[in-house]
């Protein structure tokens, strides 16, 4: 595990488990929201941001959450030597939209840029939500489906598959570095 893809749809707590993923593996993140947009929302210019994600992907280790742009998307989870899919129910990722909506305005969202505009990236995500599931989330489960025989690939369905994720992950941390 070396380098890492993060993806899924919005809400699904991808910034949180990339983070965390990050702590434990010592693998450095990059979160394409903060890379994608300045202070308040404002999106970088599209060279910037192609440019910046060329960059990462150059080098040897990696976590990159979040979605970018479709032509990076795919780049990214061909480079990636492990795919972590975030495929939580529908209602799930409404849910925790809506929980980092009335939170956001208390304690900013992990993984966006400061000064975000909570109620409209909010919005924007529930718009998101649909078409990702619709559209989106088909190809993802079938891009997983191909590359299992070819790298990592773990599929997350559950809360409780996201904890068993981080012990499997903990406990092959732990071998590698002999403890």
């Not at 929201?33 to 280790?61: M, Y």
């Not at 990722?93 to 400061?114: A, C, E, Q």
């Not at 998101?128 to 599931?133: F, I, R, T």
Request: hydrophobic content about 35%; charged content about 20%; some cysteine.
């Amino acid at each position: 595990m070396k380098k890492v893809a993060v993806f899924g749809n919005t809400g699904g707590g991808k910034s949180t488990l990339s983070k965390r993923l990050s702590q434990v593996t010592g693998l450095p993140l990059h979160v394409l929201d903060k890379i994608q947009f300045e202070s308040g929302g404002t999106q970088v210019p599209d060279e910037d941001f192609l440019s910046a994600h060329h960059q990462i992907l150059a080098t040897e280790r990696w976590i990159i959450d979040g979605f970018g742009c479709m032509e990076t998307l795919w780049l990214r989870l061909d480079k990636a030597d492990t795919l972590v899919f975030v495929d939580l129910p529908l209602y799930l990722h409404g849910w925790w939209v809506t929980k980092r909506l009335i939170t956001g305005y208390f304690k900013p969202p992990d993984g966006w840029p400061s000064n975000s505009p909570i109620l409209r990236s909010s919005l924007n995500s529930y718009r998101v939500l649909w078409l990702c599931h619709k559209y989106l989330t088909p190809k993802y489960r079938e891009y997983i489906k191909q590359a299992q025989s070819i790298k990592s690939v773990y599929h997350i369905r559950s809360t409780k598959e996201i904890s068993q994720f981080f012990g499997l992950i903990e406990r092959q941390t732990n071998l590698k570095d002999g403890v």
